[in-house]
């Protein structure tokens, strides 16, 4: 029989994450370490992965720090060149790399409309397509986990961009899924509700912060980065061999 532990092992396994120098990137890249993958950590702030990169050494695991901006084609090719020089071909890619600025869209100006989109659906479009093309050449199949998000489905005031693009994640991801399911490389997305990090925890402390999530969130809590382990290690691992081109929903109900 088949263990929960040998389901979602990836011992043998090497990852990649973007955004890994903060929120939800250090989460799942210690998460996919934790399980037995070694880690390339993705980001423009290197100083922060070297921080992530000892803790994960400290704890048995292997790590590797590589400069990236994702909305930068040449520093993609040059990080997955060191990662691979370090850990090996790339398995996992986890497409993590995202802002969003909050503006009503008759205020925003064409900057930030394309920064928006440049970073959170032209970033993960730039970094699979080079995960994708390497997974093809080696013929060993691999994943790729783009993070979406629950605004793709349920948009907000001030929100406009951030929606369009993660909405736009959504469809590249089932694109994605269609056109690589031929080489083994399968593709879905996770798309969080309103997790708790270090960047939104300040605001969620306040009165209005604590009012918006009883009526938004029929679970009436904020969601824990370690909400998303189960999602990002069932499409990583062995457990989602079957499963790609989905999207998963993990909101606390946001949504609904």
Do not use: H
């Not at 092992?9 to 990852?15: C, F, I, P, Q, V």
């Not at 990649?16 to 993705?42: C, I, K, M, Q, Y």
């Not at 060149?81 to 850990?87: F, K, P, S, T, V």
């Not at 490389?185 to 309103?194: D, E, T």
């Amino acid at each position: 029989m088949t263990t929960a532990t040998d389901l979602f092992d990836l011992s043998g396994k090497t990852a990649l994450v973007t955004g890994a120098s903060s929120g939800l990137g250090w989460r799942f890249a210690e998460v996919l370490a934790e399980n037995g993958a070694s880690v390339a950590l993705a980001a423009r702030r290197t100083d922060r992965l070297e921080t992530l990169k000892g803790r994960i050494e400290e704890g048995g695991g292997k790590a590797v720090a590589v400069a990236m901006d994702v909305t930068d084609q040449a520093t993609i090719t040059a990080a997955f060149d060191l990662a691979e020089q370090a850990i090996g071909p790339i398995d996992i890619v986890v497409n993590n790399a995202g802002m969003a600025i909050e503006e009503m869209l008759v205020d925003m100006t064409a900057e930030q409309w394309r920064k928006v989109l440049g970073t959170d659906l032209d970033g993960v479009f730039y970094v699979g397509q080079e995960a994708a093309r390497r997974m093809q050449d080696r013929g060993t199949g691999g994943s790729i986990v783009n993070i979406a998000s629950a605004i793709a489905f349920k948009v907000g005031k001030t929100l406009g961009a951030y929606a369009a693009a993660k909405a736009g994640v959504v469809q590249l991801t089932k694109a994605m899924a269609l056109e690589l399911a031929g080489a083994n490389i399968r593709v879905n997305a996770i798309c969080p509700g309103y997790i708790e990090t270090e960047i939104n925890s300040a605001f969620f402390a306040t009165e209005r912060g604590q009012q918006m999530i009883q009526r938004m969130v029929p679970m009436k809590r904020l969601g824990d980065p370690g909400d998303l382990d189960g999602a990002l290690l069932l499409f990583a691992s062995g457990a989602g061999a079957f499963t790609t081109g989905a999207s998963l929903v993990v909101d606390g109900g946001l949504v609904l």
